[in-house]
C-alpha cells in the first residue's frame, strides 16, 4: 500500500473514533413503519393560502405560469371560445409562504373579473407533488416542479450527456417524498451497444425501466402505454432528450429542442418553464427544465438511509441505534457494501445525499 494511503487510513480511524461517540445523543428512529404513516400524512399543505372565505371547487388546470399570470385549461370547454386553454392574472391575494405558488397541473379556480379578465382566485389541495429544494429564489425554498402527477419519468441518457446515476438517486427519494410513482427511462440508446450495467441494480429495487431512442423510436410504443391515462412529469438532467421524447410520442407537438455541446457533452438548457402538454390518447405530460441537482425538501440527513431500501434492509443490525453508516464500527450497512451485497454506486450516492442534507439541514 503506498504511505499516503496508510496515513490517510490511520487519520481517518482516529476520527471515526471521537464522531460516533458524539453523534450518540442523535435522535434517529428505526422504526420504517412509523416514518413511513408519518410521511404518508405529508405534505400538508401549508402554502396554500385561500382569499376566498368558503370552499371552492377547482375549474381549471394550470399548463404553464409566471408569476403575474397563469396559462390554465378550463374544465368547460364548451365555453371556451379561446379553444381550451387561456391567460389569467394570479389575484394579487395570493401569497407565495416558503414556497412557488403554484406549478403546472395545479388545480385552481378562475373568475372573471369586471373588466373581463381571467382571475385565477384559489388553489386546489395537491394530490401529490414533485418538490425542489432551492434556496436561493428569492427567499422562496420549496420549488414545486410539478403538482397532481401519477408518474415520475426520470429520463436519463444513455450516452451524450454520460449516464450519471446520482440524481435519479434523488429523483427516487423526490419521487417517495412526493407521493409519485417512479419510472426510470434511459434514453437514447441508438449510442451504445449495451444498456448501462448500473440498471440492473434499478431493477432489483422494483423500479419499471424503460430504454428508448428517439432516433430508432425503441421503447417509445413501451413508454406511451406506462402514460396512458395518466398525468407524468419528465425531470432529468439538460440534454438528455425530455422534450424529445414528447415529440416522438406525439409528433403533432413540435416541442422546443437543442443539440448537446460538443465541448461538454452537456445540454444547453433548450426548455426553460414547466409546462403541461395534452397528447393523444389520454396521456398528459409535464415537462420540465433539465437540471444540474435535485434539493432534497422535508427529509433529514438522519432519514437519508430510509429511502435506500437496501440499506435501510441492512442498518436495523448495525450495532449502534443511530449508525449514521459513514465510519461507525459494528456497522452492517458497511459489511455488506464490503460483501457486495450494497453496491458501491449505491452508497456513494447515499454518502454524498447524507452530507449535502447535514451541510444544508433543511
Ligand atoms: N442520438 C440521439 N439523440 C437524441 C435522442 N433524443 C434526443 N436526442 C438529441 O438530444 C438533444 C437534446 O434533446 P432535448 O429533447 O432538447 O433534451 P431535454 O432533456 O429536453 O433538454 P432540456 O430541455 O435542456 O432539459 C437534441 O439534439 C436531440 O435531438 C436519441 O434518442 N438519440
Ligand atoms: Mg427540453
Ligand atoms: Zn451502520
Excluded at 88 to 97: A, F, G, K, N, S
Excluded at 102 to 121: H, K, S, T, W, Y
Excluded at 131 to 138: G, L, N, S, T
Excluded at 206 to 212: F, K, N, R, V
Aim: charged share 30%; with cysteine; net charge neutral.
Amino acid at each position: 500500500m503506498p504511505k499516503r494511503k496508510r496515513l490517510e487510513k490511520r487519520k481517518r480511524s482516529t476520527v471515526r473514533g471521537r464522531n460516533w461517540e458524539e453523534r450518540s445523543e442523535a435522535d434517529f428512529s428505526h422504526d420504517l413503519a412509523k416514518h413511513r404513516r408519518a410521511l404518508a400524512r405529508l405534505p400538508e399543505h401549508s402554502l396554500y393560502r385561500n382569499p376566498l372565505s368558503d370552499e371552492f371547487t377547482p375549474n381549471a388546470t394550470v399548463v404553464t405560469h409566471a408569476r403575474k399570470w397563469a396559462f390554465v385549461r378550463s374544465d368547460d370547454v364548451t365555453t371556451d371560445e379561446a379553444g381550451d386553454t387561456r391567460l389569467c392574472l394570479i389575484d394579487e391575494r395570493l401569497e407565495e409562504e416558503g414556497a412557488t405558488l403554484m406549478a403546472p397541473g395545479d388545480r385552481v379556480l378562475i373568475e372573471r373579473d369586471q373588466d373581463g379578465n381571467d382571475v385565477v382566485r384559489g388553489i386546489g389541495e395537491r394530490k401529490t407533488t414533485l418538490v425542489r429544494y432551492a434556496p436561493r429564489r428569492r427567499g422562496v425554498s420549496q420549488q414545486i416542479i410539478a403538482a397532481n402527477v401519477d408518474i415520475l419519468v426520470i429520463v436519463a441518457a444513455a450516452a451524450k450527456p454520460p449516464f450519471r446515476p446520482g440524481l435519479i438517486d434523488r429523483f427516487l427519494i423526490a419521487a417517495q417524498l412526493g407521493g409519485v410513482t417512479p419510472v426510470l427511462c434511459v434514453n437514447k440508446m441508438d449510442l451504445v451497444d449495451d444498456a448501462p450495467e448500473q440498471l440492473g441494480l434499478y431493477r432489483e429495487l422494483g423500479i419499471e425501466i424503460c430504454l428508448a431512442s428517439c432516433k430508432t423510436g425503441q421503447g417509445i410504443n413501451a413508454l406511451r402505454n406506462v402514460l396512458i391515462n395518466k398525468t407524468s412529469v419528465f425531470a432529468g438532467h439538460s440534454g438528455v432528450g425530455k422534450s424529445s421524447i414528447l415529440n416522438a410520442l406525439d409528433p403533432h407537438l413540435r416541442v422546443f429542442t437543442r443539440e448537446v455541446s460538443e465541448a461538454t457533452q452537456r445540454g444547453k438548457h433548450a426548455t426553460t418553464a414547466a409546462r403541461l402538454y395534452e397528447l393523444e390518447g389520454d396521456i398528459r405530460v409535464i415537462d420540465t427544465p433539465g437540471i444540474r441537482t435535485l434539493g432534497l425538501w422535508n427529509v433529514s440527513a438522519e432519514e437519508v438511509a430510509l429511502y435506500f431500501p437496501e440499506i435501510a434492509a441492512q442498518s436495523v443490525k448495525c450495532r449502534f441505534r443511530n449508525c449514521t453508516h459513514t465510519h461507525e464500527p459494528g456497522c452492517a450497512v458497511m459489511a455488506a457494501l464490503d460483501a457486495g451485497e450494497v453496491t458501491s454506486q449505491r452508497y456513494a450516492s447515499y454518502k454524498r445525499i447524507r452530507e449535502s442534507l447535514e451541510e444544508d439541514p433543511l
